[in-house]
């Protein structure tokens, strides 16, 4: 592949805008070369922001017409396993939004297809290119906190969407509040701990906005193969709640925390560990001791151009589809985290413990 990769972006809503910003800094390494969407009217302002000259209303039209290398798939998640899969059947690189399908076999397929033509497939886990948390991996990985006993991690929100949009109706987003907004913090503790084996699980549906089984509140428990255990808080349905997203990562000699933020990502989080160590005052009067010895994990930006997680994320998709490189948010790894939503489905339907490799094989 000589000069910039050419794309097909399929789906112009909010998030393909943040995917259109990579083209727009970057031009020599990647550009937009056609844009659909069943509004033509978006299709028509995204293709304008990103200099696409051709326009499409059919995912599938564009996928066998246009003159592009790779497709974008910004589109709902009942709809990613078709375009995906006829993609890789005409050779094209796939870059899927999250959650990868609205069915763990679609997830399979998904994957199987791409394999089996030799194309790149990329899920946009983005928060797998924030800086900050890749510390938090690497100080991990590094044995800076020991062995991981426990992970805690939330997703918090107050959805406020029109009636009827698609984020209420499990048919067309694959699930509720897990699929939807703890996905993210999902993949987050499999990309610091690593696998997930056992989960247990209690959804609830409490507004009559969200139907057919989409659910607004979820608790999990989860078992990882290292023996560590997490927890999983998430909800559409604070009362009043801005979003805010957190994470806590207990080890055997340390402690990883970021606590709860507010569309902020900048932050960094905070270690605590045998190397990072403030003794407390002589006067235990000053609860402020309680806190000293947690210092900011400084950002590992290797591999993270902008600083931006959108634009760092697809254009290490560009990277791959040159390089052949697995992504870091490879579609088989994603495998991991679509199973441990349907697991958590699964769990809470049954009322019981399920294995994930018994409910929701690989």
Known sequence: ????????LIGAGRISGRHVEAAGQFPDRLRFAAVCDVDESAART?????????????????????????????????????????????????????????????CRDI?????????????????????????????????????????????????????????????????GVVMTLAVH???LARYFVGEIRRVTAICRTTRPEFVHGAEDWAWALMEFANGAVGE????????????????IIFGQRGTVHALP??????????IASDRHWAPPPANRSDKTWKTRGFVPLQPDAEGLPTGEMYVDEVLHFADCCATGQPPISSGRDNLGTMRT?????EAARRGATVDLDEVCPL
Not at 65 to 73: L, N, P, R, S
Not at 261 to 270: D, G, I, Q, T
């Open 46 to 106: 995204r293709a304008g922001e990103a200099g696409a000259a051709e326009l499409y209303r059919d995912g599938l039209e564009l996928i066998r017409d246009a003159d592009v290398e790779a497709v974008d798939i910004c589109t709902l998640a009942d709809t990613h396993a078709q375009y995906a899969i006829a993609a890789a059947e005409a050779g094209k690189h796939v870059l899927i939004e999250k959650p990868m399908a609205a069915t763990m076999r679609q």
């Open 185 to 187: 913090r999902i993949d």
């Open 232 to 247: 999983l808080f998430t909800t559409w349905s604070a009362y009043r709640m801005p979003w805010g997203e957190s994470f």
């Open 1 to 8: 592949m000589s000069g910039p990769l050419k794309i097909g």
């Open 261 to 270: 933020v507010l569309v902020s990502y900048r932050e960094p989080a905070l």
């Open 111 to 175: 994957v199987s297809a791409c394999e089996k033509s030799g194309v790149t497939l990329m899920v946009a886990q983005n928060q797998r290119y924030k800086a900050n948390y890749r510390a938090v991996r690497r100080a991990i990985r590094e044995g800076q906190i020991g062995e991981v006993r426990s992970v805690r991690v939330e997703s918090l929100g107050h959805t406020q969407s029109a009636p009827g949009h698609w984020i209420y109706d499990a048919r067309r987003a694959g699930g």
């Open 341 to 345: 939503v349907f697991g958590i489905y």
